[in-house]
């Protein structure tokens, strides 16, 4: 196969980002993807922020022509049942931009690879790299068991890691550390005719707390009259009863959950639960010589804001920019790949923070919006994904007075 421009390790939203953008200015750029088939992931709400990404990379006539509900809004239900009032993300901003959309992730991880290769990336299915080959603490390359089942050695001069939260490098090199104050976990699927809400809050994101506060569920309409749902909680609560299955676990927490009940009671539950855990961490370095991690690969924060998927294309884009340039000028060394960490953590910070104010049994964002009004439209910010637009960080003073947030321990 030779010795390519770019190798990237991952089909997903980072994956193809990434490799679209540089194979777009004419580099060789070849992608492996293990899954033959379209798959299923969470992760299927969209921030409004990843507007910008899909523009330039020339997919919203793509995304506008699909099935996909459109997200206005999220909104919040407290331990009582009582809910808050939408944060629409139009209210200040009435760009086309403030509405993204529900996507089922199977369908819109094919339609990126798709469209990756029309970009020009070579993109092989159902390939499996078994691991990136060095020369001595560079990057060469990677072993790759092929979809006829044969090994083959394939060169690069870049190694993109997007293999999501397998973390094929990350784990390699173990640069992997766990968020320690946010070890949770979550029990998940999806069901069929659930209560959707009318007119544009039809396609609104629910975060819905239990009685108790212990746990949350986040309710995501999809297509087909589809809808996700899932609990997240402390790995020690929700798990702490080992005798108790997945479903176990989710119908308990359901039971804690009326208004919930209530959007399920005539629902029809599709495949049976799947669950994770521990999923909140990062990598202690996000490039080296010849590498650069992108998206899960490098970090997850957690699923309550739903910036997964736009972190990983913002990663993805930052990534493909600084390899261009790293292309261009001869040096692919690892601080030239990873120049776009600290711009890419100050963003992913403000959401980390927002992260830990919600779990904090001392903050209540209506108490807060009541004390700070003038707030509102920086948490709008930060749940709209533009913490690459615009300053949000004033915010954190005063929310650090109803609750404690973390450092900026990563940056």
Not at 53 to 74: E, I
Not at 369 to 374: A, G, Q, R, S
């Amino acid at each position: 196969m030779g010795r390519r421009d770019v190798i990237v390790v991952g089909g997903g939203p980072a994956g193809t980002t990434t490799a679209a953008l540089v194979a777009e200015q004419g580099h060789d750029v070849m992608l492996f993807e293990r899954n033959a088939e379209p798959t299923f992931k969470i992760g299927e709400s969209l921030m409004p922020g990843t507007y910008w990404t899909f523009k330039r990379l020339g997919l919203l006539d793509k995304l506008a022509r699909t099935a996909y509900p459109r997200k206005y809004s999220v909104q919040f239900y407290g331990a009582s049942g009582k809910a808050s009032a939408p944060f629409y993300f139009n209210q200040s901003d009435p760009h086309e931009s403030s509405v993204t959309w529900q996507v089922l992730r199977s369908d819109f991880d094919h339609m990126m690879q798709g469209h990756a290769a029309e970009k020009g990336v070579d993109v092989v299915l159902g390939a499996s790299v078994l691991e990136v080959l060095f020369e001595g603490e560079r990057a060469t390359g990677v072993r790759v068991r092929m979809p006829n089942g044969t090994v083959e050695e394939v060169g690069a001069r870049v190694v993109v890691d997007a293999s999501g939260q397998s973390a094929l490098l990350s784990r390699k090199l173990k640069l992997s550390r766990a968020e320690p104050s946010l070890r949770k976990a979550s029990v998940f699927t999806h069901f069929e005719g659930g209560v959707r809400d009318e007119g544009i809050d039809e396609g609104a994101t629910l975060i819905l707390n239990t009685r108790n506060r212990e746990s949350w569920f986040w309710y995501i309409p999809l297509p087909n009259d589809w809808v996700s749902v899932g609990v997240v909680g402390d790995l020690d609560y929700l798990f702490a009863d080992r005798s108790l299955d997945a479903q176990e676990i989710f119908d308990r927490e359901l039971a804690l959950c009326d208004p919930m009940v209530e959007r399920l009671a005539s629902a029809t539950q599709v495949f049976p639960m799947k669950t994770t855990r521990d999923f909140s961490y990062r990598a202690d370095r996000i490039s080296g010589d010849g590498w650069v991690l992108v998206g899960d690969a490098y970090g997850f924060l957690d699923p309550v804001y739903s910036s997964g998927v736009f972190l990983a294309l913002k990663s993805g884009e930052m990534a493909a920019d600084a390899i261009l340039d790293g292309l261009s000028a001869g040096d692919l060394s690892g601080p030239r790949l990873g120049r776009f960490r600290d711009e890419y953590l100050k963003g992913m910070e403000s959401i980390r923070k927002l992260v830990y104010a919600f779990y904090s049994s001392d903050f209540n964002f209506g108490a807060f919006l009541k004390k700070y009004p003038e707030c509102q439209q920086q948490i709008v910010d930060i749940l709209s994904g533009k913490v690459y637009r615009v300053d949000v960080t004033p915010l954190f003073e005063p929310m650090s007075e109803m609750c404690a947030l973390p450092e900026a321990s990563w940056t």
